[in-house]
């Protein structure tokens, strides 16, 4: 293994065991009646995710790392650690592939994507929002919904996705 996923991993063990001693079995067992099922789930309120995420120094490549773990607190905290200004049009789709629900989607939309460049914005309104793809289109919809000032450009393309 090399250094780098060795720190990875270290570090996504503290970050677990932090995480871990706020674990709640009945925002489990609620969650598991309504349907939401998948990566493995401690019960972490999103709020207590995002506190403990805010602890750790911003490190786009460690969020990656972490939103690919089965874990749905650690794909939350990665929203948190990664750096919005970091991300590039050619990795949105694994951020987007990574989406099993809907509290996944508002993280990343809120914390992650609506903070990126106008770049990342535009790119979203072009390629997802009048797209075939059901799942990018909504990223977009909910990422430029909480974006403070999207760019003009945006607008009309935003006007015709909320229309469909």
Known sequence: MDTKMENHTSRMAALMGRLRREMNGAVVESMQRAGVRGALNYGVSIPTIREI??????????????????????????????????LTPEELMEWVEGIDHLEILDEVALRLFSRAPHAIHHFMAEQWLCGAEP??????????????????????????????
């Not at 909504?138 to 229309?163: C, D, F, K």
């Open 53 to 86: 995420a805010s602890q750790t120094p911003p490190d786009h490549t460690f969020a990656r790392f972490l939103y690919r773990q089965q874990v749905r607190e650690l794909r939350l905290a990665a929203a948190t650690i990664a750096e919005p200004e970091a």
């Open 135 to 164: 799942m990018p289109c909504y990223v977009a919809l909910m990422t430029l919904n909480r974006t403070a000032y999207p760019p003009q450009e945006v607008m009309p393309r935003l006007s015709r996705a909320l229309e469909r």
